[in-house]
């Protein structure tokens, strides 16, 4: 019960609208573009073939659900980098998953091959940048957005971008820069700098989870500030997303079974992914001992064991007298975006 | 999945190669870590590193025993110590087996003092292996001698117990089916070396299942005459320190020699290629590190100047021998006797 308490007492205001928009590859699919062979099968690949990433799927379901108990207004959105011939799969897929979406883009890369724009077929941040752009605008008014991406392309770069734009802390000058640093093409660069123009301030995007697909190591993310949360699973996801009150602990435990059952996850690996979210600071304290306790109650993370170390009576009397302070959350930091491309670019 | 105790600060190069060496298992096998040691230094360096969170845990703990410490000094007073913590953990089940590059006296002192010695075996005994010629197809590139160091004097049935110890070891880990057991005496004859030495000689000879070539002499260490060579830790400490000082002098030498004269430096040079190739099979950080046997679990000593791969290797012998049961088979053996 009191464990129920705590995660009532962290929710935000519970009748604001709520976004959530989902990268497809690699942080929805588990898409192999990584190799030649797989580039080629994907197209050719059935809804039924195409493979999910371990715990997305009861978790955008939970995220829903959440949101629908409490009244909230929720709507959950795709963008991919793929084709719009792959789309009819992909939708197929979406409904075999029993994922229910509001939207979903897909980038028509026949229209740059047409074009002879052969450059534009690879650069996302321009598509992306402006489609977010675009489909702010049909957003409800005062609504938060939360986004999820991976670390293959450019998703820190696009969505931390996006988020300072609608705060206005990105203006239409320096997106030119930015966007010219990063190679967009001219007329998605005049676009995006329009769609920007429109934009009414207001911090809007909450925090911007990142799978880390191809173990960037998490220093790598520490320029994007403390909005960005890298995470190695959706376990991990989860719990910063109940953290932040968008999950309950029912539907982390939902997260939790689904990658028992399905990835061959145990409470030890889980246990483990807890521990490393609190030691990077993106979990608070009082946050992972509810999942712990509310986890291990239902047997999917190990009880408590002993630790091996044999503190003296000073050492017990010190603790109890000054209790473990939280590590430091990562810092939030004004990103200086022409330094962060350079050198998020070299890394790739 | 076995799960291993690594003591993060152990070591010359401890923490930084040590959690180097952690990351990289998480990612290549399925073996669960356990990092022994300050936790803030340990996460700050994983952060940036590629690495499995699911498979790597921290325990905190905030004391460490320095390389130069007096190991006897510093287990007494330092009972949070990293290599303690990490030995109660694979005492209290938490973890199979150890690994540590720290301080050697320590790491001993600590399985004594947290491990329980498997029933019938009287003496634990330190292992290491060191790069030798080969003498048939097949056979390891290195041997292991043993006891370097954990006992001073020891009988006939110590011998035969480290025999029987090693041979399951070198069954299991260097997968010869038969490796050849040996004693160091002053002569291949039964009846040399004393009373110890004899009676160690005629037990081990009528014991099945250990193929006993009878005793090797100083100079036949080198050759590839026998897979475990067995002796007291006196005599086997000062046999391992004997065989690095050797190969430092030899570098000494070459090094002096390119430097005085350049037709020896032009001839070093073309045998470059070769001096390599002997450096590759001489590397400590291919077989990761050597073993304290005789303990109800197993503790992999690494090189005090492990470097991340040397750690890797340590992790995955570990693992290999928790999962092909080395003290299992040991117990059996002794067993028997």
Redesign the interface.
């Known amino acids: 019960m009191n464990v129920l308490r705590r995660s009532r007492r962290r929710e935000p205001e519970p009748l604001r609208p709520v976004v959530f928009r989902w990268d497809l590859d690699k942080t929805y699919l588990k898409s192999a573009f990584d190799s030649l062979r797989g580039l080629v099968r994907i197209p050719f690949e059935k809804p039924q073939d195409k493979i999910t990433v371990p715990g997305v799927v009861p978790l955008i379901r939970g995220l829903r659900n959440v949101a629908n108990q409490r009244g909230r207004e929720v709507r959950i959105y795709f963008i991919s980098a793929s084709p719009p011939q792959i789309a009819k799969a992909i939708k197929e897929k979406l409904a075999l998953d029993g994922i229910e979406y509001d939207g979903i883009v897909f980038k028509n890369q026949l229209q740059h091959l047409v074009r002879g724009k052969f450059r534009n077929l690879r650069e996302h941040v321009g598509y992306k940048l402006t489609e977010l752009l675009k489909s702010r605008r049909e957003m409800p008014v005062g609504s938060q957005e939360v986004l999820f991406g991976d670390d293959w392309e450019s998703d820190p770069i696009i969505y931390s971008l996006y988020a300072d734009i609608l705060a206005g802390r990105v203006g239409a000058a320096a997106l030119d820069g930015i966007l010219g640093t990063i190679g967009v093409d001219p007329l998605l660069i005049t676009t995006a700098k329009a769609l920007a123009a429109e934009v009414s301030p207001a911090e809007v995007v909450r925090k911007i989870y990142i799978n880390i697909e191809r173990?960037?190591?998490?220093?790598s993310f520490r320029s994007f500030g403390a909005r960005l949360v890298p995470s190695?699973?959706y376990f991990?996801t989860a719990v910063c997303l109940f953290d932040d009150g968008q999950l309950t602990l029912p539907a982390v435990v939902e997260v939790a079974t689904g990658l028992i059952n399905d990835a061959s996850?145990t409470p030890?690996?889980?246990?483990?992914?807890l521990?490393?979210?609190v030691?990077?600071g993106h979990l608070q304290e009082p946050s992972a001992i509810a999942v712990r306790e509310y986890l291990a109650a239902r047997g999917l993370l190990p009880p408590r064991?002993?630790?091996?170390?044999?503190?003296?009576l000073w050492d017990r009397l010190v603790r109890w007298l000054r209790t473990q302070p939280n590590?430091p959350p990562p810092s939030e930091v004004a990103i200086n975006y022409e330094t962060l491309v350079t050198e998020w670019r070299a890394a790739r | 999945m076995p799960t291993i105790a690594i003591d993060a600060m152990g070591g010359d190069l401890a923490p930084d190669e040590v959690v180097k060496g952690v990351a990289q298992v998480s990612l290549d096998t399925d073996i669960q870590c356990v990092l022994v040691g300050d936790e803030a230094q340990v996460q700050a360096i994983l952060d940036g590193l590629a690495y499995n969170p699911e498979q790597i845990s921290i325990q905190h703990t905030a004391e460490s025993i320095g390389m130069a410490e007096d190991p006897k000094t510093a287990v007494r007073h330092k009972r949070n110590a990293s290599i303690l913590v990490a030995a109660r953990l694979v005492a209290d089940g938490q973890a199979e087996a150890l690994v540590t590059a720290g301080n050697t006296g320590a790491a001993v002192l600590a399985c004594a003092q947290h491990f329980k010695l498997i029933r019938g075996v009287r003496k634990a005994a330190l292992a290491s292996v060191y790069p030798r010629q080969t003498e048939y197809p097949g056979q390891d590139q290195l041997a292991l001698l043993l006891d370097v160091g954990a006992t001073i004097r020891c009988d006939a049935t110590d011998l035969v117990q480290f025999a029987l110890m090693g041979n399951a070891y070198a069954r299991r880990i260097s997968k010869v089916p038969s490796p050849r057991v040996a004693l160091i005496n002053m002569g291949s004859e039964e009846s040399k070396g004393g009373e110890v030495l004899t009676h160690a000689y005629r037990q081990l000879k009528t014991i099945g299942g250990v193929n006993f070539i009878g005793n090797i002499e100083g100079n036949d260490l080198a050759k590839g005459k026998a897979d475990v060579i067995v002796c007291e830790g006196l005599l086997g400490n000062v046999v391992l320190k004997l065989l690095e000082g050797l190969a430092e002098v030899v570098a000494d030498l070459a090094g002096t020699a390119a430097r005085e004269n350049w037709r020896w430096k032009l001839g070093l040079m073309m045998l470059a290629s070769g001096f390599g190739r002997l450096r590759d099979m001489t590397d400590y950080a291919a077989y990761g590190g050597a073993p304290i046997l005789g303990f109800e679990h197993l503790l992999i000593k690494s090189h005090g100047r492990s470097n991340a791969r040397a750690i890797t290797n340590a992790i995955k012998v570990a693992a290999k021998a928790v999962r092909d049961g080395v003290t299992r088979e040991i117990a059996a053996a002794i067993e028997q006797l």
Request: glycine share 4%; proline share 14%.
């Open positions: 173990r960037t190591p998490p220093t190695f699973n991990q996850y030890n690996r889980l246990a483990n992914s521990a490393d979210v030691r990077r064991r002993r630790d091996g170390v044999r503190p003296s590590p």
